[in-house]
Protein backbone atom coordinates (compact mmCIF):
# COMPACT_ATOMS: atom_id res chain seq x y z
CA UNK A 1 0.00 0.00 0.00
CA UNK A 2 1.10 3.59 -0.58
CA UNK A 3 1.92 6.22 2.55
CA UNK A 4 0.68 9.08 -0.16
CA UNK A 5 -2.30 10.90 0.72
CA UNK A 6 -4.25 13.04 -1.38
CA UNK A 7 -3.13 16.85 -0.53
CA UNK A 8 0.53 15.56 0.89
CA UNK A 9 2.46 17.09 -2.31
CA UNK A 10 0.20 20.59 -1.87
CA UNK A 11 2.02 20.40 1.76
CA UNK A 12 5.27 19.74 0.66
CA UNK A 13 5.84 22.14 -1.09
CA UNK A 14 3.85 24.77 1.32
CA UNK A 15 6.95 23.53 4.02
CA UNK A 16 9.73 23.64 1.77
CA UNK A 17 8.45 27.65 0.93
CA UNK A 18 8.24 28.46 4.59
CA UNK A 19 11.20 27.40 5.18
CA UNK A 20 12.92 29.21 2.61
CA UNK A 21 11.68 32.55 3.34
CA UNK A 22 12.47 31.89 6.93
CA UNK A 23 15.67 30.64 5.54
CA UNK A 24 16.46 34.12 3.44
CA UNK A 25 15.28 36.31 6.45
CA UNK A 26 17.79 34.51 8.69
CA UNK A 27 20.41 35.46 6.28
CA UNK A 28 19.24 38.97 5.19
CA UNK A 29 19.81 39.32 9.28
CA UNK A 30 22.97 37.91 9.93
CA UNK A 31 23.97 40.16 6.50
CA UNK A 32 22.48 43.42 8.44
CA UNK A 33 23.93 41.83 11.46
CA UNK A 34 27.17 41.82 9.96
CA UNK A 35 27.49 45.25 8.21
CA UNK A 36 25.98 46.77 11.93
CA UNK A 37 29.73 44.92 13.21
CA UNK A 38 31.61 46.00 10.26
CA UNK A 39 30.09 49.57 10.89
CA UNK A 40 30.70 49.58 14.47
CA UNK A 41 34.57 48.32 13.74
CA UNK A 42 35.19 50.74 11.74
CA UNK A 43 33.82 53.60 13.86
CA UNK A 44 35.65 52.23 16.61
CA UNK A 45 38.77 52.16 14.57
CA UNK A 46 38.45 55.46 13.44
CA UNK A 47 38.26 56.96 16.84
CA UNK A 48 40.97 54.86 18.19
CA UNK A 49 43.72 56.95 15.72
CA UNK A 50 41.80 59.93 15.03
CA UNK A 51 44.81 61.86 16.28
CA UNK A 52 46.55 60.17 13.43
CA UNK A 53 44.95 60.66 10.88
CA UNK A 54 46.54 63.99 9.54
CA UNK A 55 49.80 62.18 9.55
CA UNK A 56 48.05 58.88 7.47
CA UNK A 57 46.71 61.33 5.50
CA UNK A 58 49.75 63.41 4.25
CA UNK A 59 51.73 60.08 4.32
CA UNK A 60 49.65 58.58 1.97
CA UNK A 61 49.70 62.33 0.05
CA UNK A 62 53.71 62.44 -0.37
CA UNK A 63 53.51 58.59 -1.18
CA UNK A 64 50.79 59.07 -4.10
CA UNK A 65 53.05 62.26 -5.15
CA UNK A 66 56.13 60.54 -5.60
CA UNK A 67 54.93 56.98 -6.45
CA UNK A 68 55.48 57.09 -10.26
CA UNK A 69 58.96 58.21 -9.73
CA UNK A 70 59.67 55.55 -7.10
CA UNK A 71 58.44 53.44 -9.15
CA UNK A 72 60.50 54.16 -11.98
CA UNK A 73 63.76 53.99 -9.67
CA UNK A 74 62.67 50.54 -8.28
CA UNK A 75 62.44 49.23 -11.88
CA UNK A 76 66.08 50.25 -12.50
CA UNK A 77 67.18 48.51 -8.92
CA UNK A 78 68.07 45.10 -8.21
CA UNK A 79 65.75 43.07 -6.34
CA UNK A 80 67.58 42.75 -3.05
CA UNK A 81 67.48 46.72 -2.53
CA UNK A 82 63.79 46.64 -3.60
CA UNK A 83 62.53 45.73 -0.06
CA UNK A 84 63.89 47.76 2.86
CA UNK A 85 66.94 49.88 1.31
CA UNK A 86 64.75 51.88 -1.91
CA UNK A 87 61.90 52.47 0.95
CA UNK A 88 63.86 53.92 3.37
CA UNK A 89 66.58 56.03 0.75
CA UNK A 90 63.43 57.47 -0.75
CA UNK A 91 61.69 58.16 2.83
CA UNK A 92 64.72 59.80 4.44
CA UNK A 93 65.33 61.82 0.85
CA UNK A 94 61.50 63.01 1.09
CA UNK A 95 61.43 63.95 5.44
CA UNK A 96 65.36 66.29 4.29
CA UNK A 97 62.81 68.21 1.73
CA UNK A 98 61.22 69.16 4.90
CA UNK A 99 64.17 69.52 7.42
CA UNK A 100 66.55 71.42 5.87
CA UNK A 101 64.60 74.68 4.89
CA UNK A 102 62.98 74.02 8.56
CA UNK A 103 66.17 74.08 10.08
CA UNK A 104 67.56 77.04 7.86
CA UNK A 105 64.58 79.10 9.25
CA UNK A 106 65.24 78.04 12.62
CA UNK A 107 68.87 78.84 12.93
CA UNK A 108 67.79 82.39 11.40
CA UNK A 109 65.46 82.73 13.88
CA UNK A 110 67.56 82.13 16.72
CA UNK A 111 70.29 84.08 14.87
CA UNK A 112 68.06 87.09 15.09
CA UNK A 113 66.57 86.46 18.27
CA UNK A 114 70.00 86.60 19.77
CA UNK A 115 70.40 89.92 18.32
CA UNK A 116 66.76 91.16 19.44
CA UNK A 117 67.45 90.09 23.43
CA UNK A 118 70.81 91.96 23.32
CA UNK A 119 69.26 94.89 22.40
CA UNK A 120 66.54 94.63 24.22
CA UNK A 121 68.52 94.13 27.43
CA UNK A 122 70.49 97.31 26.43
CA UNK A 123 67.21 99.29 26.36
CA UNK A 124 66.47 98.14 29.93
CA UNK A 125 70.23 99.32 30.85
CA UNK A 126 70.08 103.09 29.13
CA UNK A 127 66.21 103.12 27.64
CA UNK A 128 65.86 103.85 23.64
CA UNK A 129 66.64 106.76 22.41
CA UNK A 130 64.52 108.98 20.32
CA UNK A 131 65.15 108.43 16.26
CA UNK A 132 66.30 110.94 14.57
CA UNK A 133 63.98 109.85 11.52
CA UNK A 134 61.17 110.52 13.43
CA UNK A 135 62.14 114.44 13.88
CA UNK A 136 62.27 115.07 10.11
CA UNK A 137 58.18 113.83 9.87
CA UNK A 138 56.42 116.40 8.57
CA UNK A 139 53.59 115.84 11.23
CA UNK A 140 52.69 114.21 14.04
CA UNK A 141 56.41 115.04 15.47
CA UNK A 142 55.17 117.37 18.49
CA UNK A 143 52.91 114.72 19.45
CA UNK A 144 55.57 111.46 19.13
CA UNK A 145 58.54 112.65 20.72
CA UNK A 146 57.31 113.58 24.19
CA UNK A 147 55.18 109.81 23.89
CA UNK A 148 59.04 108.51 23.26
CA UNK A 149 60.52 110.46 25.94
CA UNK A 150 58.01 109.39 28.73
CA UNK A 151 57.71 105.78 27.95
CA UNK A 152 60.82 104.40 25.89
CA UNK A 153 63.45 106.63 26.85
CA UNK A 154 63.36 106.04 30.72
CA UNK A 155 65.55 102.60 31.50
CA UNK A 156 62.93 102.17 34.27
CA UNK A 157 59.48 102.14 32.03
CA UNK A 158 61.71 99.93 29.38
CA UNK A 159 62.01 97.45 32.45
CA UNK A 160 58.50 97.39 33.64
CA UNK A 161 57.63 97.08 30.01
CA UNK A 162 60.17 94.32 29.56
CA UNK A 163 58.57 92.53 32.72
CA UNK A 164 54.71 92.32 31.67
CA UNK A 165 56.13 91.07 28.13
CA UNK A 166 58.56 88.30 29.66
CA UNK A 167 55.43 86.88 31.51
CA UNK A 168 53.37 86.72 28.80
CA UNK A 169 55.93 85.53 26.32
CA UNK A 170 56.27 82.55 28.92
CA UNK A 171 53.18 81.26 28.12
CA UNK A 172 53.47 82.11 24.39
CA UNK A 173 56.79 79.86 24.50
CA UNK A 174 55.06 76.95 26.48
CA UNK A 175 52.14 77.11 24.50
CA UNK A 176 54.58 77.26 20.92
CA UNK A 177 56.52 74.73 22.23
CA UNK A 178 53.66 72.35 22.65
CA UNK A 179 52.72 72.83 19.72
CA UNK A 180 56.27 72.07 17.68
CA UNK A 181 56.08 68.84 19.65
CA UNK A 182 52.99 68.02 18.67
CA UNK A 183 53.72 68.43 14.92
CA UNK A 184 57.10 66.73 14.96
CA UNK A 185 55.14 63.71 16.28
CA UNK A 186 52.35 63.91 13.69
CA UNK A 187 55.16 64.66 11.13
CA UNK A 188 57.37 61.51 12.44
CA UNK A 189 54.15 59.28 11.75
CA UNK A 190 53.80 61.02 8.38
CA UNK A 191 57.40 59.39 7.50
CA UNK A 192 56.65 56.20 9.11
CA UNK A 193 53.42 55.77 7.12
CA UNK A 194 55.48 56.52 4.06
CA UNK A 195 58.12 53.96 4.17
CA UNK A 196 55.57 51.68 4.60
CA UNK A 197 53.38 52.75 1.68
CA UNK A 198 56.45 52.12 -0.62
CA UNK A 199 57.67 49.43 1.25
CA UNK A 200 53.68 47.13 0.71
CA UNK A 201 52.90 49.84 -1.75
CA UNK A 202 52.39 46.96 -4.98
CA UNK A 203 50.17 45.20 -1.64
CA UNK A 204 48.29 48.20 -1.20
CA UNK A 205 47.12 49.40 -4.25
CA UNK A 206 46.09 45.64 -5.02
CA UNK A 207 43.38 45.37 -2.05
CA UNK A 208 42.17 48.79 -2.83
CA UNK A 209 41.21 47.85 -5.75
CA UNK A 210 39.39 44.49 -5.25
CA UNK A 211 37.86 46.59 -2.35
CA UNK A 212 36.80 49.17 -4.74
CA UNK A 213 35.33 46.84 -6.95
CA UNK A 214 33.56 44.97 -4.44
CA UNK A 215 32.17 48.27 -2.87
CA UNK A 216 31.31 50.41 -5.54
CA UNK A 217 31.69 48.33 -8.85
CA UNK A 218 34.00 49.56 -11.93
CA UNK A 219 33.07 53.38 -10.97
CA UNK A 220 34.74 53.20 -7.91
CA UNK A 221 37.77 52.22 -9.44
CA UNK A 222 37.52 55.50 -12.22
CA UNK A 223 36.81 57.94 -9.17
CA UNK A 224 40.24 56.98 -6.73
CA UNK A 225 41.89 56.60 -10.35
CA UNK A 226 40.52 60.63 -10.95
CA UNK A 227 41.68 61.64 -7.19
CA UNK A 228 45.28 60.36 -7.69
CA UNK A 229 45.45 62.35 -10.56
CA UNK A 230 44.18 64.99 -8.81
CA UNK A 231 46.63 64.43 -5.61
CA UNK A 232 49.53 64.37 -8.80
CA UNK A 233 48.44 67.59 -10.34
CA UNK A 234 48.14 69.34 -7.15
CA UNK A 235 51.71 68.59 -6.39
CA UNK A 236 53.63 69.54 -9.14
CA UNK A 237 51.21 72.83 -9.74
CA UNK A 238 51.74 73.94 -5.99
CA UNK A 239 54.84 72.67 -4.64
CA UNK A 240 57.26 72.13 -7.70
CA UNK A 241 55.35 75.27 -8.98
CA UNK A 242 55.80 76.95 -5.76
CA UNK A 243 59.96 76.04 -5.35
CA UNK A 244 60.36 77.44 -8.73
CA UNK A 245 59.31 80.47 -7.61
CA UNK A 246 61.63 80.16 -4.91
CA UNK A 247 64.59 79.01 -6.60
CA UNK A 248 63.93 82.06 -9.74
CA UNK A 249 63.14 84.62 -7.00
CA UNK A 250 65.75 83.73 -5.03
CA UNK A 251 68.56 84.47 -7.94
CA UNK A 252 66.60 87.62 -8.46
CA UNK A 253 67.28 88.74 -4.47
CA UNK A 254 70.81 87.65 -4.71
CA UNK A 255 71.33 89.47 -8.17
CA UNK A 256 69.37 93.07 -6.43
CA UNK A 257 71.29 93.10 -3.24
CA UNK A 258 68.81 91.54 -0.87
CA UNK A 259 70.16 90.48 2.50
CA UNK A 260 70.07 86.72 2.82
CA UNK A 261 68.67 86.22 -0.67
CA UNK A 262 68.80 82.14 0.01
CA UNK A 263 67.29 82.53 3.47
CA UNK A 264 64.07 84.69 1.66
CA UNK A 265 64.16 82.14 -1.16
CA UNK A 266 63.29 79.50 0.54
CA UNK A 267 60.07 81.62 2.85
CA UNK A 268 58.85 82.88 -0.95
CA UNK A 269 58.89 79.08 -2.03
CA UNK A 270 57.20 78.06 0.81
CA UNK A 271 54.78 80.91 0.70
CA UNK A 272 54.54 80.25 -3.38
CA UNK A 273 52.58 76.91 -2.36
CA UNK A 274 49.67 79.30 -1.35
CA UNK A 275 47.72 80.87 -4.45
CA UNK A 276 48.59 84.80 -4.85
CA UNK A 277 50.73 84.15 -0.99
CA UNK A 278 54.35 84.70 -2.76
CA UNK A 279 53.46 88.21 -2.88
CA UNK A 280 53.55 88.80 0.81
CA UNK A 281 57.36 87.19 0.64
CA UNK A 282 58.12 89.13 -2.55
CA UNK A 283 56.98 92.06 -0.85
CA UNK A 284 58.66 92.04 2.53
CA UNK A 285 62.25 91.88 0.43
CA UNK A 286 61.09 94.50 -1.84
CA UNK A 287 60.45 96.94 2.07
CA UNK A 288 63.79 95.99 3.09
CA UNK A 289 65.78 96.93 -0.17
CA UNK A 290 63.61 100.06 -0.29
CA UNK A 291 64.68 101.02 3.79
CA UNK A 292 68.43 100.43 2.77
CA UNK A 293 68.14 102.87 0.02
CA UNK A 294 68.08 100.80 -2.68
CA UNK A 295 64.95 101.90 -4.52
CA UNK A 296 65.74 100.73 -7.91
CA UNK A 297 66.37 97.32 -6.98
CA UNK A 298 63.29 97.36 -4.61
CA UNK A 299 61.22 98.23 -7.91
CA UNK A 300 63.15 95.59 -9.67
CA UNK A 301 62.30 92.91 -7.13
CA UNK A 302 58.82 93.49 -6.91
CA UNK A 303 57.76 94.32 -10.34
CA UNK A 304 59.83 90.66 -11.24
CA UNK A 305 57.66 88.94 -8.63
CA UNK A 306 54.73 89.97 -9.62
CA UNK A 307 55.43 88.67 -13.27
CA UNK A 308 56.59 85.43 -11.78
CA UNK A 309 53.23 85.33 -9.74
CA UNK A 310 51.32 86.03 -12.80
CA UNK A 311 52.79 83.80 -14.82
CA UNK A 312 52.63 80.99 -12.57
CA UNK A 313 49.30 81.52 -11.26
CA UNK A 314 47.63 81.77 -14.58
CA UNK A 315 49.32 79.92 -17.14
CA UNK A 316 51.21 76.86 -15.27
CA UNK A 317 49.33 76.32 -12.27
CA UNK A 318 45.90 75.70 -14.66
CA UNK A 319 47.77 73.47 -16.94
CA UNK A 320 49.71 71.29 -14.27
CA UNK A 321 46.28 70.90 -12.19
CA UNK A 322 43.54 70.79 -14.62
CA UNK A 323 45.33 69.66 -17.15
CA UNK A 324 46.15 66.59 -15.04
CA UNK A 325 41.66 66.16 -13.95
CA UNK A 326 40.05 67.87 -17.06
CA UNK A 327 39.02 70.50 -14.55
CA UNK A 328 38.20 73.90 -15.24
CA UNK A 329 40.92 76.38 -13.10
CA UNK A 330 38.15 78.30 -11.16
CA UNK A 331 36.81 75.05 -9.52
CA UNK A 332 40.72 74.16 -9.03
CA UNK A 333 41.15 77.51 -6.86
CA UNK A 334 38.06 76.68 -4.74
CA UNK A 335 39.14 73.56 -4.26
CA UNK A 336 42.59 74.93 -2.50
CA UNK A 337 41.39 77.75 -0.44
CA UNK A 338 37.93 76.28 0.64
CA UNK A 339 40.28 73.16 1.59
CA UNK A 340 42.74 75.02 3.04
CA UNK A 341 40.46 76.71 4.78
CA UNK A 342 37.96 73.61 5.76
CA UNK A 343 41.40 71.35 6.76
CA UNK A 344 44.41 73.63 6.76
CA UNK A 345 47.53 72.35 4.67
CA UNK A 346 45.71 69.23 3.98
CA UNK A 347 43.29 70.96 2.36
CA UNK A 348 44.98 72.10 -0.18
CA UNK A 349 45.85 68.40 -1.43
CA UNK A 350 42.69 67.10 -0.49
CA UNK A 351 40.26 69.86 -1.56
CA UNK A 352 41.03 69.65 -5.23
CA UNK A 353 40.89 65.84 -4.94
CA UNK A 354 37.06 66.78 -3.81
CA UNK A 355 36.33 69.01 -6.48
CA UNK A 356 38.21 66.33 -9.32
CA UNK A 357 35.99 63.35 -8.07
CA UNK A 358 32.34 65.60 -7.96
CA UNK A 359 33.73 67.04 -11.46
CA UNK A 360 33.98 63.41 -12.32
CA UNK A 361 30.55 62.05 -10.74
CA UNK A 362 28.65 65.04 -12.66
CA UNK A 363 29.69 65.02 -16.11
CA UNK A 364 29.15 60.83 -15.68
CA UNK A 365 25.59 60.89 -13.81
CA UNK A 366 24.82 64.37 -16.49
CA UNK A 367 26.40 62.00 -19.65
CA UNK A 368 23.90 59.18 -18.60
CA UNK A 369 20.65 61.30 -18.49
CA UNK A 370 21.50 62.75 -21.70
CA UNK A 371 21.89 59.32 -23.08
CA UNK A 372 18.94 57.58 -21.18
CA UNK A 373 16.34 60.92 -22.58
CA UNK A 374 18.03 59.85 -26.35
CA UNK A 375 17.24 56.74 -25.92
CA UNK A 376 13.47 57.32 -24.50
CA UNK A 377 13.03 60.16 -27.77
CA UNK A 378 14.32 57.12 -30.02
Not at 156 to 176: E, H, I, P, R, W
Not at 229 to 247: D, F, I, K, P, R
Request: hydrophobic share 50%; aromatic share 10%.
Amino acid sequence: MSDNKPGGAPTTRLQSCTFNKQSHRSKRGQEIARACLTLFIIVAALCTIQSFLPSLIWGSVFAIATWPLYTRVRSLCPQSLRSVILPLVFTIVIALIFIIPFLLITLKAVKEAQSALAWFEAARNSGIPFPQALSHLPYGEKYLAPWWHNHLSDPQNVADFAYSLNSKGMAVTKALGAQVAHRGTLFCFSILTLFFLYKDGNAVIHQCRIASRRAFGRRGEIIARQIVASVHGTVQGLVLVGMAEGAFMGVIYYLCGAPHSALFGVITAVAAMLPFCAAVAIGLVSLILLSKGAALAGVVTFCMGLLVIFVADHFVRPFLIGGTTKLHFLWVLLGILGGAETWGLLGLFAGPAVMAALDLVWRRWSMSSSRSKRHNHF
